[in-house]
């Protein structure tokens, strides 16, 4: 990943990967249908946050885990 922090113009970060629920029957069964990734700047901590997709497959895992 070519990546420059908007901040401070650094080079180097950490890739993380965060979930959430989406709507009232998500939050109700504990099912985190929402999927977003994260680019952090080592140097300053700024983050940016992207929507990633999510598969059925994880939705139904979570359902069955929580």
Known sequence: MNYKCPKC???????????????????????????????????CSYTEFYKAKTGALSNIFDLFTN
């Open 9 to 43: 113009h650094n080079t180097t970060y950490e890739i993380s990967e965060m979930r959430a629920t989406g709507g009232r029957w998500s939050k109700i069964f504990d099912i985190q249908n929402k999927k977003f990734s994260s680019v952090t700047c080592k140097k």
